[in-house]
């Protein structure tokens, strides 16, 4: 079985490699195009790819490759592109099928912050109900954040550092998180229906979560890192979360 394995796991590497060296011919390509259709610049460029593998349930190798193409000195400001992959082998023979299929992935909206290993962040220093934050990061190709660990905490205060405190009350240190209870009292599940419990972090603040009152929603409380929960129709600061 062991030998079996092995002998899978280096089929499909080579057949990786091969469409890894396609795939980066093509790309050179197209980034040969586009330096060549405006002035060169001066500086040297740089290019980063990045390559993720995994198998997933039924057996398909799941790559993700991100691309970081160059580096203007003006802005700092690095091109950056992602792209999905999913590749099917099989060991029938000495050379077996692949299917690529390529998803080309839009860069997040201006604003986000990217913290490595982590993914994006914004968070919006403006009063907004909870389903109105909801819907803002929808819309913006993310989700209301969900913290996940003591370091995403870390995130959100950093975030909350760099911004002043409009609202001159307890509501600037309050940003909405994508967890409610609005379905069953007391049962506290993510937007994506997870119990908060499996989320990696659920601490709540002393005294918290206030199970008799009309509070329904849960902000992370900056000042002490912990969860609070809050009525839904506060106007509060909140935070979009968009994974690598």
């Known amino acids: 079985t062991a030998k079996l394995q092995e002998s899978s796991y280096r089929h499909v590497t ?28 001066s500086s040297p ?32 400001e690095k091109r950056s592109w992602e792209v999905n992959i999913d590749h099917d082998a099989t060991c029938e023979s000495d050379v077996g099928p692949t ?3 390529v998803e080309p992935r839009e860069p997040p909206r201006p604003g986000y912050v990217l913290f490595p290993k982590l993914g994006y962040f914004k968070l919006y220093n403006i009063g907004k109900t909870w389903n109105e934050a909801k819907l803002i990061c929808e819309a913006e190709g993310a989700h209301l954040g969900i ?23 307890w509501v600037d240190d309050h940003i ?32 918290e979560p206030d199970v ?12 002490v890192g912990r969860l ?8 509060a600061p909140f935070y979009c979360e968009r994974e690598l």
């Open 14 to 41: 080579m057949g990786t490699s091969r469409w890894l060296v396609l795939f980066y011919s093509l790309l050179l390509s197209g980034i040969s195009f586009a330096t060549n259709s405006t002035d060169c610049s």
């Open 45 to 76: 460029q740089d290019l980063k790819i990045t390559i993720l593998s995994r198998r997933n349930k039924t057996g398909h190798f799941i790559a993700k490759v991100k691309l970081e193409e160059g580096l203007e000195e003006e802005t700092s």
């Open 99 to 101: 299917d690529l299929q």
């Open 147 to 169: 913290v996940n660990s003591k370091k995403e905490v870390e995130i959100v205060q950093e975030l909350r550092a760099r911004l002043p405190k409009l609202f001159g009350n």
């Open 176 to 207: 909405y998180t994508g967890v409610n209870d609005l379905q069953h009292a007391n049962t506290w599940v993510t937007i994506f229906e997870q119990p908060l419990s499996a989320t990696g972090f659920s601490v709540w603040d002393n005294g």
């Open 212 to 223: 008799g009152a009309n509070e329904h929603c849960v902000a992370l409380h900056t000042g």
């Open 228 to 235: 609070h929960n809050i009525a839904c129709t506060t106007g």
